[in-house]
């Protein structure tokens, strides 16, 4: 049953949206992590301004005889810096002070909390900005340090608390507004970018891989790559490339299983011919003159060798993967099970040396003797007159089983298609199916089949076996 197209998702839903948010909030994160910093420095900036304005403010009571001015000069010197009063740091030493004058109001109110910025660090003015932006109410400070134009000259400015506290608000929201404008063209501008250079590739390769699946065969849908280097060309290249390999296996599945069906039809009224021919043979090697009854066994066997292909040729596209019944049992009991299938030779059964050591495998019994037995008769039927089984050793999983035997070894061409069906066999005449079906055997198991080498002296295939369960069957116990 083939699933459902899924439709590409909306725009409010796609990887662009979401591109486009996530860089607001990360340029915003950014934004809060200076946030703090910047709010205590426009802090420091605002007091140390108070101070530079007091200091004018002193300087102009310095050019005034006997550095006194009438209270309502005083008062307007004291408005323009914003301050309840001006005075140099250290009274006690007036006499050695650039400034010797005071301004203040005829009534100052009570101080409520001193600030000497020489002695904060960066922590502390952080802190402070903070607590001035959240405190509620309006306190009177008085602010310690040194003029900013005059590094000399220190004094204390008795100044209010909530016009420091509505800057600092003015200055925080002034702040998120130009941080929320940065945000937004920055997301714009990586939105643009990456729409152009990521996200619309993306998506077109998105929409190429829908309409592939919806119609595989049609040649149209293959995807055609660009001439981009990056890895966007790197995966339009690929995908294109396995599009294109998935249509021609599509291709010849169908025409593999069109030659499926007729060979299936045809194979039975095939199979009745060769049998009838197969009679008529033996009737004529029979009755038929000398030379006649010397040449019939060949057709005979022409005839049998015929028979078996159909036989085989059917068998394996009915089967497909082997049904599987997985037991533990002793490898040593299956191989003479093997050896006693084989038929003698000049009155000698077939030499096969078990050295398996009392190997237990779990594995289907039935179908593993299928597949020793397809390896031993095609070492037989090569010249080979010796098999030996071995447990080889360093399986890292499960266990590997070694099959060697001493005939001439097989033809270049045949190592090139070893395990193609009708086309890997390594003698005159056959199928190939026989390793074909060997190979499907052992990969059903979970373990695989495979050519270890092969020379003038023998050949050796390997088999590897799981140990446990596969696919989470159950093995059971082997009671034979």
Same mark, same amino acid.
């Given at each position: 049953?083939?699933?459902?197209?899924?439709?590409?998702?909306?725009?409010?839903?796609?990887?662009?949206?979401?591109?486009?948010?996530?860089?607001?909030?990360?340029?915003?994160?950014?934004?809060?992590?200076? &946030?703090?910093?910047?709010?205590?420095?426009?802090?420091? @900036?605002?007091?140390?301004?108070?101070?530079?304005?007091?200091?004018?403010?002193?300087?102009?009571?310095?050019?005034?005889?006997?550095?006194?001015? @009438?209270?309502?000069?005083?008062?307007?010197?004291?408005?323009?810096?914003?301050?309840?009063?001006?005075?140099?740091?250290?009274?006690?030493?007036?006499?050695?002070?650039?400034?010797?004058?005071?301004?203040?109001?005829?009534?100052?109110?009570?101080?409520?909390?001193?600030?000497?910025?020489?002695?904060?660090?960066?922590?502390?003015?952080? +802190?402070?900005?903070?607590? %001035?932006? &959240?405190?509620?109410?309006?306190?009177?400070?008085?602010?310690?340090?040194?003029?900013?134009?005059?590094?000399?000259?220190?004094?204390?400015?008795?100044?209010?608390?909530?016009?420091?506290?509505?800057?600092?608000?003015?200055?925080?929201?002034?702040?998120?507004?130009?941080?929320?404008?940065?945000?937004?063209?920055?997301?714009?501008?990586?939105?643009?970018?990456?729409?152009?250079?990521? %996200?619309?590739?993306?998506?077109?390769?998105?929409?190429?891989?829908?309409?592939?699946?919806?119609?595989?065969?049609?040649?149209?849908?293959?995807? +055609?790559?660009?001439?981009?280097?990056?890895?966007?060309?790197?995966?339009?290249?690929?995908?294109? /490339?396995?599009?294109?390999?998935?249509?021609?296996?599509?291709?010849?599945?169908?025409?593999?299983?069109?030659?499926?069906?007729?060979?299936?039809?045809?194979? /039975?009224?095939?199979?009745?011919?060769? @049998?009838?021919?197969?009679?008529?043979?033996?009737?004529?090697?029979?009755?038929?003159?000398?030379?006649?009854?010397?040449?019939?066994?060949?057709?005979?066997?022409?005839?049998?060798?015929?028979?078996?292909?159909? #036989?085989?040729?059917?068998?394996?596209?009915?089967?497909?993967?082997?049904?599987? #019944?997985?037991?533990?049992?002793?490898?040593?009991?299956?191989?003479?099970?093997?050896?006693?299938?084989?038929?003698?030779?000049?009155?000698?059964?077939?030499?096969?040396?078990?050295?398996?050591?009392?190997?237990?495998?779990?594995?289907?019994?039935?179908?593993?003797?299928?597949?020793?037995?397809?390896?031993?008769?095609?070492?037989?039927?090569?010249?080979?007159?010796?098999?030996?089984?071995?447990?080889?050793?360093?399986?890292?999983?499960?266990?590997?089983?070694?099959?060697?035997?001493?005939?001439?070894?097989?033809?270049?061409?045949?190592?090139?298609?070893? &395990?193609?069906?009708?086309?890997?066999?390594?003698?005159?005449?056959? #199928?190939?199916?026989?390793?074909?079906?060997?190979?499907?055997?052992? +990969?059903? /198991?979970?373990?695989?089949?495979?050519?270890?080498? @092969?020379?003038?002296?023998?050949?050796? &295939?390997?088999?590897?076996?799981?140990?446990?369960?596969?696919?989470?069957?159950?093995?059971?116990?082997?009671?034979?």
């Amino acid at each position: 049953m083939n699933r459902p197209i899924l439709p590409l998702p909306p725009l409010a839903r796609s990887l662009s949206a979401r591109l486009f948010v996530l860089t607001v909030a990360f340029v915003m994160l950014s934004e809060v992590l200076i &946030f703090v910093p910047s709010l205590a420095h426009f802090r420091m @900036s605002y007091l140390e301004d108070k101070l530079a304005a007091g200091t004018l403010a002193l300087l102009a009571l310095e050019a005034t005889p006997d550095n006194m001015v @009438s209270q309502e000069l005083a008062d307007q010197l004291l408005h323009n810096v914003g301050a309840f009063s001006a005075m140099p740091e250290d009274m006690g030493r007036l006499s050695s002070s650039k400034l010797k004058g005071v301004l203040a109001l005829e009534m100052p109110p009570e101080v409520q909390r001193v600030v000497d910025l020489r002695a904060e660090s960066p922590i502390d003015q952080m +802190r402070a900005a903070l607590m %001035v932006l &959240f405190r509620r109410g309006d306190r009177v400070m008085m602010v310690i340090g040194q003029s900013p134009h005059e590094p000399d000259i220190a004094l204390d400015v008795t100044l209010p608390e909530r016009p420091l506290r509505e800057a600092m608000i003015a200055f925080a929201r002034n702040l998120f507004q130009i941080s929320l404008i940065i945000s937004a063209m920055t997301a714009a501008l990586l939105y643009v970018t990456l729409q152009w250079l990521l %996200v619309r590739p993306m998506r077109q390769l998105s929409e190429n891989m829908i309409a592939f699946r919806m119609d595989p065969e049609d040649a149209s849908r293959v995807i +055609r790559p660009g001439r981009r280097r990056d890895e966007i060309g790197v995966a339009q290249r690929e995908l294109a /490339h396995m599009q294109e390999a998935v249509r021609r296996a599509i291709g010849q599945h169908a025409r593999l299983a069109a030659l499926g069906t007729a060979v299936t039809k045809v194979n /039975h009224d095939l199979r009745n011919m060769l @049998s009838t021919a197969l009679v008529v043979s033996d009737r004529i090697a029979e009755t038929g003159t000398p030379e006649i009854r010397r040449m019939a066994p060949a057709l005979v066997n022409a005839i049998e060798r015929a028979t078996k292909l159909c #036989t085989g040729t059917l068998a394996y596209t009915r089967e497909g993967a082997p049904p599987l #019944t997985l037991v533990r049992f002793p490898l040593s009991p299956l191989i003479e099970e093997v050896a006693a299938a084989l038929p003698e030779r000049d009155g000698q059964p077939f030499a096969i040396e078990d050295e398996t050591h009392g190997a237990v495998v779990g594995a289907d019994r039935d179908q593993l003797y299928r597949l020793l037995l397809n390896l031993v008769r095609n070492a037989a039927e090569s010249g080979a007159e010796h098999v030996r089984f071995q447990v080889a050793p360093g399986a890292v999983r499960g266990i590997a089983i070694d099959i060697a035997d001493d005939g001439p070894g097989l033809a270049p061409k045949a190592r090139e298609n070893l &395990f193609k069906p009708f086309a890997g066999s390594a003698r005159p005449g056959g #199928t190939g199916l026989g390793l074909a079906i060997g190979r499907e055997i052992a +990969r059903a /198991h979970g373990g695989d089949l495979m050519l270890v080498e @092969s020379a003038g002296t023998g050949t050796m &295939f390997r088999l590897t076996l799981p140990q446990g369960s596969v696919e989470g069957a159950a093995v059971s116990e082997f009671a034979g």
